[in-house]
């Protein structure tokens, strides 16, 4: 007969796990010693004598605290031979070394922590004493909550200790009736679902329970034996197969610091070097050049064993870049630089790159990412966050992602988490959320934990080994993430294609969250490019070697503070407090170095100048701005040459810029302002236009209370609940040569001072904002209600321009409520338009005929006092004629974000009183992206793309020693196309795409 009851038979297989653990060895006695992890690999240990520790003690931590216990331990001799485990439970994260070398890692589920990890492979051979060593921190995913809830400190009990010998027939057929019963609630046709479960019951019924223990163990062989030949003789034809890869993906700061990191990247290495070890047909894959280049600095000891893996090609390296950084707010080079610098390390440490952009876990894909894909050598694209949409569903699995300017990627949606087991209804959910199973039968899948979860386990491979012989499921293997985009390419032109970006419909606060971080990155994007082509004419005119404009690597140093900031959990404003702690520091130390190069560089340029004010700009269009003397006194240096300078030999006179109550007025915009400071009118003098079409400007505190993590979401009823700040001071000023009306608010604990500035000559009303902000859940925005009507608005991002609806129509479109932009946002019809522009802000909104930008937010989770202090940003108000590329927005906001720089001039007159080291000669939308030394042949790389959707030649001019050129992909590679271009007279031509990026090798 047929067992009925299934949980019968589920009952028969709880009684199972007493059998595998044929003698233990209880490690009661420990003896314990504190510090704290100071710096990576770095500890104070507390002068304290060591304590003795026995099992059920407890013991107290919190961020960065930690213990070490340890015990001297022989295994009996009834023992060895046997398959050995430690066991270890003592709460928390904790890297294990047994005579002093690192052998795996714990973590335990103890007070909400994540991942109950417990049991650790014991060397082969096996020593006759082993000095364990247990070093034990808190963890810090449980822990956040306590933090948030207003907890210092979390409380663990060494829960068990231990070393276990197991039967291996036992545990073999435990884990196979396990992944069975499992299996049979994901098999869909009934008939086979049928067989399976026949097959389980008779099996199950086969062992010989309730004799002495030797009887029953010696019954489980033959029970296995009958299970598998029973299902391998069902008739079964899977019409899907599934790919699983081992993974972890690990937050380079979240819920713990950078620090941290170090030794949660060990933990997982460590045991994933042993997995493999014992495993010779399971598979890792790891992304992120960062984790390892932790690894080689304070965890040497592993590198050489996971080369040796990678060697195997069993350690998949994937990525290439330096970390996974969020790709909404960075910039398209920063982005390059890095691949650029991830692609170096990996092929200098493994000899090995990837032809995979991995990002799993990224808030919303800019549509610049196909191009850099692409001219990075790389062909696919994969994702899962896209599965966590919150209103529309993401139709495709997987399909070809078009970016800005055409190029094109095959791209891959995982619907399956990428942190996760490895079960039969992984496998059953990863083929069932298939889009495209009429086009291709390969899904890929992820296993394992991350974040501290120490990667894949053994139970995960013996599940898989499984699960691959069980008929009904989906065909399923242990493989490569490559191997399902090879047999993608198969399929490629049948695929659907997604053009544009890849918005997430969630997580939307973060374009606003963590102010600080936002605006230092901004700034060191800029000052960090500017720095290196400013070095690089210092040399050019001093007659150094280009070797020598980074002796002591400041400059790349710098970067990398940069590029590991913009990880996808640190520059979106989502980790803890203690991380925004350290992200401060480095970026302060960041915008030094920037600061410093490029001050020595400028100064070095100086000396071959007349003698004068010198202004220099850096930018590759032509500049008008007002500038600041060495003594302090304002001018306006009307049309700067692109990067490069005029010396003032005296300081030229401006018309005055005109202020009366309620007005500011210059030849080309006319404000207005009612008593309290609000702009009502706004007219572009040129053509007449009137700019608004109400009161702008109003500032509006909205209360911005998401379901859950705050510091992610916004919901769309958010504008439900607002207020408006008092106004508690309005002035009119004059200021240098600049008008000023300057407007004071109070709101709750926060005060706020805006000065609303024009200058002479300025085409754009600057909205200088300064603000003490001590607010809880609540969002900052200034609204512009245009006069400009248009179903769609424009927005700057890397390397380009997006297009967004103005409307509702759609789920998709109303989705969208809140969405990322750089530099500007744009809404214009045909002969007229309206930008609003800003220097380091990000959150941008567009509903009918008003534009809206977010100034500030004050989330609450995962830190309690996110964006507490003191700000300063401006953004401006750009009316124009024409759309936004006649209007030259993108030139006017690189005018608002790096402004021309003056030093005092007394050098040899060798060069001219004005000059442009490069520039672009007819073209205003072509934009210098970097002017560096190349990495690894001699000359220089250029770099740049265009601005405003424009196609056609472009002429480089250029005051460098130059003779000739060659065309180079991002990783500064020759392109496919690549021919030597000559240069003559300082002179070279190319042809140039929408929105495309060229680079260049120039010598």
Same mark, same amino acid.
């Given at each position: 007969?047929?067992?009925?009851?299934?949980?019968?038979?589920?009952?028969?297989?709880?009684?199972?796990?007493?059998?595998?653990?044929?003698?233990?060895?209880?490690?009661?006695?420990?003896?314990?010693?504190?510090?704290?992890?100071?710096?990576?690999?770095?500890?104070?240990?507390?002068?304290? @004598?060591?304590?003795?520790?026995? $099992?059920?003690?407890?013991?107290?931590?919190?961020? /960065? #605290? %930690? +213990?070490?216990? *340890?015990?001297?331990?022989?295994?009996?001799?009834?023992?060895?031979?046997?398959?050995?485990?430690?066991?270890?439970?003592?709460?928390?994260?904790?890297?294990?070394?047994?005579?002093?070398?690192?052998?795996?890692?714990?973590?335990?589920?103890?007070?909400?922590?994540?991942?109950?990890?417990?049991?650790?492979?014991?060397?082969?051979?096996?020593?006759?004493?082993?000095?364990?060593?247990?070093?034990?921190?808190?963890?810090?995913?449980?822990?956040?909550?306590?933090?948030?809830?207003?907890?210092?400190?979390?409380?663990?009990?060494?829960?068990?200790?231990?070393?276990?010998?197991?039967?291996?027939?036992?545990?073999?057929?435990?884990?196979?009736?396990?992944?069975?019963?499992?299996?049979?609630?994901?098999?869909?046709?009934?008939?086979?679902?049928?067989?399976?479960? @026949?097959?389980?019951?008779?099996? $199950?019924?086969?062992?010989?329970?309730?004799?002495? /223990? #030797? %009887? +029953?163990?010696? *019954?489980?062989?033959?029970?296995?034996?009958?299970?598998?030949?029973?299902?391998?003789?069902?008739?079964?034809?899977?019409?899907?197969?599934?790919?699983?890869?081992?993974?972890?993906?690990?937050?380079?700061?979240?819920?713990?610091?950078?620090?941290?990191?170090?030794?949660?990247?060990?933990?997982?290495?460590?045991?994933?070097?042993?997995?493999?070890?014992?495993?010779?047909?399971?598979?890792?894959?790891?992304?992120?050049?960062?984790?390892?280049?932790?690894?080689?600095?304070?965890?040497?000891?592993?590198?050489?064993?996971?080369?040796?893996?990678?060697?195997?090609?069993?350690?998949?390296?994937?990525?290439?870049?330096?970390?996974?950084?969020?790709?909404?707010?960075?910039?398209?080079?920063?982005?390059?630089?890095?691949?650029?610098?991830?692609?170096?390390?990996?092929?200098?440490?493994?000899?090995?790159?990837?032809?995979?952009?991995?990002?799993?876990?990224?808030?919303?894909?800019?549509?610049?990412?196909?191009?850099?894909?692409?001219?990075?050598?790389?062909?696919?694209?994969?994702?899962?966050?896209?599965?966590?949409?919150?209103?529309?569903?993401?139709?495709?699995?997987?399909?070809?992602?078009?970016?800005?300017?055409?190029?094109?990627?095959?791209?891959?949606?995982?619907?399956?988490?990428?942190?996760?087991?490895?079960?039969?209804?992984?496998?059953?959910?990863?083929?069932?959320?298939?889009?495209?199973?009429?086009?291709?039968?390969?899904?890929?899948?992820?296993?394992?934990?991350?974040?501290?979860?120490?990667?894949?386990?053994?139970?995960?491979?013996?599940?898989?080994?499984?699960?691959?012989?069980?008929?009904?499921?989906?065909?399923?293997?242990?493989?490569?993430?490559?191997?399902?985009?090879?047999?993608?390419?198969?399929?490629?032109?049948?695929?659907?294609?997604?053009?544009?970006?890849?918005?997430?419909?969630?997580?939307?606060?973060?374009?606003?969250?963590?102010?600080?971080?936002?605006?230092?990155?901004?700034?060191?994007?800029?000052?960090?490019?500017?720095?290196?082509?400013?070095?690089?004419?210092?040399?050019?005119?001093?007659?150094?070697?280009?070797?020598?404009?980074?002796?002591?690597?400041?400059?790349?140093?710098?970067?990398?503070?940069?590029?590991?900031?913009?990880?996808?959990?640190?520059?979106?404003?989502?980790?803890?407090?203690?991380?925004?702690?350290?992200?401060?520091?480095?970026?302060?130390?960041?915008?030094?170095?920037?600061?410093?190069?490029?001050?020595?560089?400028?100064?070095?340029?100086?000396?071959?100048?007349?003698?004068?004010?010198?202004?220099?700009?850096?930018?590759?269009?032509?500049?008008?701005?007002?500038?600041?003397?060495?003594?302090?006194?304002?001018?306006?240096?009307?049309?700067?040459?692109?990067?490069?300078?005029?010396?003032?030999?005296?300081?030229?006179?401006?018309?005055?810029?005109?202020?009366?109550?309620?007005?500011?007025?210059?030849?080309?915009?006319?404000?207005?302002?009612?008593?309290?400071?609000?702009?009502?009118?706004?007219?572009?003098?040129?053509?007449?236009?009137?700019?608004?079409?109400?009161?702008?400007?109003?500032?509006?505190?909205?209360?911005?209370?998401?379901?859950?993590?705050?510091?992610?979401?916004?919901?769309?009823?958010?504008?439900?609940?607002?207020?408006?700040?008092?106004?508690?001071?309005?002035?009119?000023?004059?200021?240098?040569?600049?008008?000023?009306?300057?407007?004071?608010?109070?709101?709750?604990?926060?005060?706020?001072?805006?000065?609303?500035?024009?200058?002479?000559?300025?085409?754009?009303?600057?909205?200088?904002?300064?603000?003490?902000?001590?607010?809880?859940?609540?969002?900052?925005?200034?609204?512009?209600?245009?006069?400009?009507?248009?179903?769609?608005?424009?927005?700057?991002?890397?390397?380009?321009?997006?297009?967004?609806?103005?409307?509702?129509?759609?789920?998709?479109?109303?989705?969208?409520?809140?969405?990322?932009?750089?530099?500007?946002?744009?809404?214009?019809?045909?002969?007229?338009?309206?930008?609003?522009?800003?220097?380091?802000?990000?959150?941008?909104?567009?509903?009918?005929?008003?534009?809206?930008?977010?100034?500030?937010?004050?989330?609450?989770?995962?830190?309690?006092?996110?964006?507490?202090?003191?700000?300063?940003?401006?953004?401006?108000?750009?009316?124009?004629?024409?759309?936004?590329?006649?209007?030259?927005?993108?030139?006017?906001?690189?005018?608002?974000?790096?402004?021309?720089?003056?030093?005092?001039?007394?050098?040899?007159?060798?060069?001219?009183?004005?000059?442009?080291?490069?520039?672009?000669?007819?073209?205003?939308?072509?934009?210098?992206?970097?002017?560096?030394?190349?990495?690894?042949?001699?000359?220089?790389?250029?770099?740049?793309?265009?601005?405003?959707?424009?196609?056609?030649?472009?002429?480089?001019?250029?005051?460098?020693?130059?003779?000739?050129?060659?065309?180079?992909?991002?990783?500064?590679?020759?392109?496919?196309?690549?021919?030597?271009?000559?240069?003559?007279?300082?002179?070279?031509?190319?042809?140039?795409?929408?929105?495309?990026?060229?680079?260049?090798?120039?010598?």
């Amino acid at each position: 007969m047929q067992t009925p009851k299934k949980s019968v038979l589920d009952h028969l297989i709880k009684q199972l796990p007493r059998y595998i653990v044929t003698d233990r060895l209880i490690l009661n006695e420990w003896t314990a010693v504190s510090g704290r992890h100071i710096a990576p690999g770095v500890f104070e240990k507390y002068p304290e @004598a060591p304590k003795t520790v026995r $099992l059920g003690d407890t013991w107290v931590t919190t961020y /960065d #605290e %930690t +213990v070490w216990y *340890s015990a001297s331990v022989s295994v009996p001799e009834s023992m060895r031979g046997k398959k050995l485990y430690l066991v270890i439970d003592f709460g928390g994260e904790a890297i294990v070394r047994i005579n002093g070398e690192i052998c795996g890692a714990v973590s335990s589920s103890m007070n909400a922590g994540w991942v109950h990890r417990d049991k650790i492979f014991l060397p082969d051979p096996l020593p006759e004493v082993m000095n364990i060593e247990i070093e034990a921190t808190v963890n810090s995913g449980g822990f956040c909550d306590v933090v948030l809830a207003g907890g210092s400190d979390i409380t663990y009990t060494l829960a068990r200790a231990e070393i276990d010998a197991v039967d291996e027939a036992a545990e073999s057929y435990y884990n196979d009736v396990c992944i069975v019963s499992e299996a049979i609630g994901c098999i869909d046709d009934e008939a086979v679902r049928a067989k399976v479960y @026949a097959a389980f019951d008779d099996s $199950l019924h086969a062992v010989d329970f309730d004799f002495d /223990d #030797e %009887t +029953v163990r010696a *019954s489980f062989p033959a029970a296995a034996k009958l299970l598998w030949d029973r299902l391998e003789q069902i008739a079964w034809l899977p019409q899907g197969e599934v790919i699983m890869t081992g993974h972890s993906h690990i937050d380079v700061a979240w819920l713990w610091t950078v620090k941290e990191v170090y030794r949660k990247c060990a933990r997982t290495f460590s045991n994933t070097v042993e997995l493999l070890k014992r495993y010779p047909d399971a598979v890792f894959t790891q992304s992120q050049a960062v984790l390892y280049d932790m690894v080689k600095s304070t965890y040497p000891e592993l590198m050489p064993k996971i080369r040796e893996l990678v060697k195997e090609g069993r350690w998949d390296i994937v990525g290439n870049s330096w970390v996974e950084a969020d790709t909404n707010i960075a910039s398209g080079e920063s982005l390059i630089r890095q691949l650029l610098y991830g692609e170096q390390f990996f092929r200098r440490e493994f000899g090995v790159t990837s032809d995979i952009y991995w990002l799993p876990d990224c808030f919303g894909f800019s549509p610049a990412l196909p191009q850099i894909i692409k001219k990075c050598g790389m062909e696919y694209f994969l994702t899962a966050k896209l599965v966590g949409n919150d209103t529309n569903r993401f139709p495709y699995t997987l399909f070809n992602w078009r970016g800005t300017d055409g190029s094109e990627v095959l791209a891959y949606v995982q619907r399956t988490h990428y942190g996760d087991e490895y079960n039969a209804g992984k496998i059953r959910s990863a083929w069932a959320a298939n889009e495209n199973k009429g086009v291709t039968g390969t899904m890929l899948g992820m296993y394992g934990y991350g974040d501290g979860g120490g990667g894949p386990t053994f139970g995960m491979i013996e599940n898989g080994r499984r699960i691959s012989r069980i008929p009904g499921l989906p065909a399923s293997k242990i493989g490569h993430a490559h191997e399902l985009f090879e047999k993608a390419e198969v399929h490629r032109a049948d695929l659907p294609v997604w053009e544009g970006e890849l918005y997430y419909e969630n997580h939307r606060g973060t374009y606003s969250s963590q102010a600080f971080v936002k605006k230092n990155n901004r700034r060191g994007e800029l000052l960090l490019t500017r720095a290196e082509a400013a070095a690089v004419i210092s040399a050019h005119l001093d007659g150094r070697a280009l070797t020598s404009l980074r002796p002591d690597g400041a400059l790349d140093e710098a970067w990398k503070l940069l590029l590991v900031n913009q990880f996808h959990d640190i520059l979106p404003g989502t980790s803890i407090h203690e991380v925004y702690e350290n992200t401060k520091i480095e970026q302060e130390k960041m915008l030094q170095i920037g600061g410093e190069n490029l001050s020595a560089s400028l100064s070095a340029i100086t000396a071959s100048l007349p003698g004068g004010i010198a202004c220099f700009n850096l930018l590759s269009v032509p500049v008008s701005s007002v500038v600041t003397s060495p003594d302090g006194k304002e001018f306006v240096a009307e049309n700067l040459p692109p990067m490069g300078y005029r010396v003032y030999s005296e300081i030229p006179d401006a018309q005055p810029v005109r202020v009366e109550n309620g007005l500011l007025e210059n030849e080309y915009l006319r404000a207005k302002f009612d008593a309290s400071g609000v702009l009502i009118s706004l007219v572009e003098k040129t053509t007449g236009r009137e700019a608004l079409s109400a009161p702008a400007n109003v500032l509006t505190v909205y209360a911005d209370k998401p379901v859950h993590e705050s510091a992610w979401n916004m919901e769309a009823d958010y504008v439900k609940k607002s207020w408006k700040p008092e106004v508690t001071g309005v002035e009119y000023l004059k200021e240098g040569v600049r008008g000023i009306l300057r407007v004071s608010y109070r709101f709750n604990k926060s005060t706020l001072t805006q000065d609303i500035t024009l200058a002479p000559g300025a085409r754009r009303l600057d909205i200088v904002t300064t603000a003490e902000w001590y607010e809880t859940e609540k969002t900052l925005r200034a609204d512009f209600p245009l006069t400009v009507l248009s179903p769609f608005a424009t927005f700057d991002i890397a390397h380009g321009a997006a297009t967004r609806p103005t409307h509702r129509n759609t789920t998709w479109d109303a989705a969208r409520f809140e969405v990322s932009a750089h530099k500007w946002a744009d809404m214009s019809e045909g002969d007229f338009g309206v930008a609003i522009l800003n220097d380091c802000k990000y959150g941008y909104n567009a509903l009918g005929s008003t534009l809206g930008i977010t100034l500030l937010r004050s989330p609450n989770c995962p830190d309690r006092v996110s964006d507490h202090g003191h700000h300063s940003f401006t953004y401006s108000v750009y009316p124009h004629k024409g759309g936004w590329q006649e209007g030259g927005v993108s030139a006017e906001a690189f005018a608002l974000n790096f402004k021309p720089i003056a030093l005092a001039s007394s050098g040899s007159g060798k060069l001219p009183a004005e000059l442009s080291f490069i520039s672009f000669e007819g073209r205003d939308d072509i934009q210098l992206d970097c002017l560096k030394p190349a990495e690894e042949q001699e000359g220089l790389v250029l770099r740049v793309y265009e601005t405003s959707q424009r196609r056609g030649a472009v002429t480089v001019k250029t005051e460098l020693p130059v003779s000739e050129a060659l065309e180079l992909d991002m990783l500064e590679r020759p392109a496919d196309s690549a021919g030597v271009i000559p240069v003559t007279n300082g002179r070279f031509d190319f042809e140039i795409k929408p929105f495309e990026v060229k680079t260049f090798l120039i010598r």
